[in-house]
């Protein structure tokens, strides 16, 4: 019997010693996240052109691969003849800028509920995961799509509204992370040594929620930047003329047949930064 | 069981007159639905007219209460670009919504079951690794942009696929496909973790011991307790797979409900738009709540742990 129990629990054998392949590609998304906040951050210096300035005469030119590209524009010139390699650059800082005051607006929603509900338990409890499980029940794109259509679309519009919607994964994590903190010794010490709830909220649970909050925060702001690519390209995110990398999938999508380029380049710079977001390679 | 059932459905309920609130409200977030209608082209007169013809000039809490006595009574309201009743717009559209999101949903389980049981097997294998990859790339890949590459494949280079119409199953192939994949990566996360975790359990290895075949183990024993969370997420899903739907049936112009929900959004029709809203979330709290019984009904434990909401 003794024999059976240690075959089945004997350990497989690595016959090669292991590449830390985990470790690398970590390294790796995070040096083109990097990349992607430099090109946002200093994208007046990078950007051959002004992504705004037109030339009709100049348009839907092929990027470099392509034969008829013209070498003044790398990635070619848009259906109104705008350098596509700037507005990329440009549309870097629309996505990042959403994606990171989405996620502060929503984070602060969504953690203030969740170490709520957390730490008074009970009704309060009942009460805020009611409100989440409404939160959850609502079909957050057709609500923002309502909302940016009635409000009409600005950048900031649609920051609001995406900040007010996606706050639930912060609420159930911080809730669930508040509770686990809620009965260790240190915090019911402060408590016995008279210590208010505000005074132990801020001192004993906020500083030890910090890491899942950020996990959770990377997950969102990727979550933030598909919402608003998705809002725009069905017209109803970011007003034109801005930049943004899901409008130029919507300028793009009526060349689709003759030009599916205008699709795949700004396309492949969304996939990219929500595949490095998630610390894939 | 009937304990667990009558409050699991009674807060639906309270979710779902919740969900009315939000929907009702919601077209008053631009401050007049009425000017907002008239649009830019029309006069405060306009404006008037409509806000007589729509009831806008009653009090708010008159409204609301009138239009949740519609609903009570089955009645969503009337489309005001249609001149039809709400329901019936949805009656004529729901059939291809519903094929389209069945068709995705079949496609989603049959591959993300047996690739998370594949990676379970071979876990931190070479067909583990490839299987997480295929995933996260679902993950990262906008719906919306995966779509149209599948358009230029399948439609402009090959040409084997039509872009548009939702006449023949053909039409289906690829918004199914963009769908699928939208869902796919977290079932098969989900499946593939709870299968990790039950092939380390105890009774596994009693099985093994004992000399049950592998297959029948893997097959019968694990995954039987492995796919009870991935009931629960195909629910979510599904729901969320009806908003992916608003995208997909655009892209694709299929006449189903998700375009009903885009076109009546552009067109300011605001009874249809909260009508669609709400029937969303309806869908969804329905969802949850069957997944909720079936779970429990499959896993007894999982009525104690949620029984007491408190």
Same mark, same amino acid.
Request: aromatic share 10%; hydrophobic share 55%.
């Given at each position: 019997?003794?024999?059976?129990?240690?075959?089945?629990? /004997?350990?497989?054998?690595?016959?090669?010693?292991?590449?830390?392949?985990?470790?690398? =590609?970590?390294?790796?998304?995070?040096?083109?996240?990097?990349?992607?906040?430099?090109?946002?951050?200093?994208a007046p210096?990078?950007a051959p052109y002004d992504p705004y300035a037109q030339d009709?005469?100049?348009?839907?030119?092929?990027?470099?691969?392509?034969?008829?590209?013209?070498?003044?524009h790398?990635?070619?010139t848009?259906?109104l003849g705008r350098d596509?390699l700037s507005r990329?650059i440009y549309?870097? /800082?629309? +996505?990042?800028?959403?994606?990171?005051?989405?996620? !502060?607006?929503?984070?602060?929603?969504?953690?203030?509920?969740?170490?709520?509900?957390?730490?008074?338990?009970?009704?309060?409890?009942?009460?805020?995961?009611?409100?989440?499980?409404?939160?959850?029940?609502?079909?957050?794109?057709?609500?923002?799509?309502?909302?940016?259509?009635?409000?009409?679309?600005?950048?900031?519009?649609?920051?609001?509204?995406?900040?007010?919607?996606?706050?639930?994964?912060?609420?159930?994590?911080?809730?669930?992370?508040?509770?686990? !903190? /809620?009965?260790?010794?240190?915090?019911?010490?402060?408590?016995?040594?008279?210590?208010?709830?505000?005074?132990?909220?801020?001192?004993?649970?906020?500083?030890?929620?910090?890491?899942?909050?950020?996990?959770?925060?990377?997950?969102?702001?990727?979550?933030?930047?598909?919402?608003?690519?998705?809002?725009?390209?069905?017209?109803?995110?970011?007003?034109?003329p801005?930049p943004?990398?899901?409008?130029?999938?919507?300028?793009?999508?009526?060349?689709?047949?003759?030009?599916?380029?205008?699709?795949?380049?700004?396309?492949?710079?969304?996939?990219?930064?929500?595949?490095?977001?998630?610390?894939?390679? | 069981?009937?304990?667990?059932?009558?409050?699991?459905?009674?807060?639906?309920?309270?979710?779902?007159?919740?969900? =009315?609130?939000?929907?009702?409200?919601?077209?008053?977030?631009?401050?007049?639905?009425?000017?907002?209608?008239?649009?830019?082209?029309?006069?405060?007169?306009?404006?008037?007219?409509?806000?007589?013809?729509?009831?806008?000039?009653?009090? !708010?809490?008159?409204?609301?209460?009138?239009?949740?006595?519609?609903?009570?009574?089955?009645?969503?309201?009337?489309?005001?670009?249609?001149?039809?009743?709400?329901?019936?717009?949805?009656?004529?559209?729901?059939?291809?919504?519903?094929?389209?999101?069945? =068709?995705?949903?079949?496609?989603?389980?049959?591959?993300?079951?047996?690739?998370?049981?594949?990676?379970?097997?071979?876990?931190?294998?070479?067909?583990?690794?490839?299987?997480?990859?295929?995933?996260?790339?679902?993950?990262?890949?906008?719906?919306?942009?995966?779509?149209? !590459?599948?358009?230029?494949?399948?439609?402009?280079?090959?040409?084997?696929?039509?872009?548009?119409?939702?006449?023949?199953? %053909?039409?289906?192939?690829?918004?199914? %496909?963009? %769908?699928?994949?939208?869902?796919?990566?977290?079932?098969?996360?989900?499946?593939?973790?709870?299968?990790?975790?039950?092939?380390?359990?105890?009774?596994?290895?009693?099985?093994?011991?004992?000399?049950?075949?592998?297959?029948?183990?893997?097959?019968?024993?694990?995954? /039987?307790?492995?796919?009870?969370?991935?009931?629960?997420?195909?629910?979510?899903?599904?729901?969320?797979?009806?908003?992916? +739907?608003?995208?997909?049936?655009?892209?694709?112009?299929?006449?189903?409900?998700?375009?009903?929900?885009?076109?009546?959004?552009?067109? =300011?029709?605001?009874?249809?738009?909260?009508?669609?809203?709400?029937?969303?979330?309806?869908?969804?709290?329905?969802?949850?709540?069957?997944?909720?019984?079936?779970?429990?009904?499959?896993?007894?434990?999982?009525?104690?742990?949620?029984?007491?909401?408190?």
């Amino acid at each position: 019997m003794a024999t059976l129990l240690d075959a089945a629990e /004997r350990p497989r054998r690595r016959l090669t010693p292991k590449i830390d392949f985990g470790k690398a =590609s970590l390294y790796l998304s995070g040096l083109v996240i990097l990349l992607i906040a430099l090109a946002a951050i200093f994208a007046p210096l990078l950007a051959p052109y002004d992504p705004y300035a037109q030339d009709l005469l100049r348009r839907t030119f092929p990027p470099f691969w392509m034969e008829g590209t013209d070498h003044a524009h790398w990635l070619g010139t848009d259906h109104l003849g705008r350098d596509y390699l700037s507005r990329l650059i440009y549309g870097a /800082r629309i +996505s990042l800028t959403i994606g990171f005051v989405t996620a !502060l607006v929503s984070g602060f929603i969504g953690t203030a509920l969740g170490v709520t509900a957390g730490y008074f338990g009970g009704r309060v409890d009942a009460a805020i995961s009611f409100v989440i499980t409404a939160r959850l029940a609502i079909p957050v794109i057709l609500v923002a799509l309502a909302v940016v259509a009635m409000v009409g679309s600005s950048f900031e519009i649609v920051i609001a509204v995406l900040g007010l919607l996606l706050w639930d994964r912060y609420a159930l994590v911080m809730r669930a992370a508040t509770q686990q !903190l /809620r009965g260790r010794d240190f915090v019911l010490a402060a408590q016995i040594q008279g210590a208010s709830h505000w005074q132990i909220v801020r001192h004993e649970i906020l500083p030890n929620i910090v890491p899942p909050l950020l996990v959770v925060m990377t997950v969102e702001i990727a979550q933030a930047i598909m919402l608003e690519a998705a809002l725009s390209f069905l017209g109803l995110g970011v007003p034109a003329p801005l930049p943004s990398w899901g409008l130029m999938l919507q300028e793009g999508k009526a060349n689709v047949l003759f030009d599916p380029w205008l699709i795949t380049i700004p396309g492949a710079a969304l996939f990219t930064l929500a595949l490095v977001d998630k610390g894939y390679p | 069981m009937l304990t667990y059932c009558s409050q699991r459905a009674v807060s639906a309920l309270l979710l779902m007159l919740l969900i =009315s609130l939000v929907a009702f409200f919601l077209i008053f977030a631009s401050g007049d639905p009425a000017v907002k209608i008239a649009g830019e082209a029309g006069t405060a007169a306009d404006a008037d007219r409509i806000r007589e013809a729509l009831g806008f000039n009653r009090p !708010l809490a008159v409204q609301y209460l009138s239009w949740l006595g519609h609903l009570l009574t089955g009645d969503l309201g009337r489309s005001i670009y249609f001149n039809q009743p709400v329901a019936t717009l949805i009656a004529d559209r729901v059939s291809t919504t519903l094929t389209l999101s069945v =068709s995705a949903m079949l496609l989603a389980v049959a591959v993300a079951l047996p690739l998370g049981i594949a990676a379970a097997r071979w876990q931190d294998g070479l067909v583990d690794k490839l299987v997480l990859v295929f995933a996260a790339v679902g993950q990262a890949m906008p719906t919306f942009w995966f779509a149209l !590459l599948m358009i230029i494949a399948f439609s402009v280079n090959w040409q084997i696929l039509p872009t548009s119409g939702s006449e023949t199953w %053909l039409h289906f192939v690829m918004p199914s %496909l963009a %769908l699928a994949y939208f869902a796919m990566p977290t079932m098969l996360r989900l499946t593939r973790a709870g299968m990790i975790e039950t092939l380390e359990a105890d009774y596994i290895r009693t099985s093994k011991a004992m000399g049950i075949p592998a297959s029948l183990i893997l097959f019968k024993y694990a995954l /039987r307790n492995a796919v009870v969370p991935v009931v629960g997420v195909s629910a979510a899903q599904f729901g969320s797979m009806l908003a992916g +739907s608003i995208v997909i049936e655009s892209i694709f112009a299929l006449n189903g409900v998700g375009r009903l929900a885009f076109e009546s959004i552009q067109r =300011s029709d605001l009874s249809t738009v909260q009508a669609l809203v709400l029937c969303f979330s309806f869908v969804y709290i329905v969802l949850t709540f069957l997944s909720d019984l079936l779970n429990a009904w499959i896993d007894p434990r999982m009525r104690s742990i949620y029984g007491n909401p408190a």
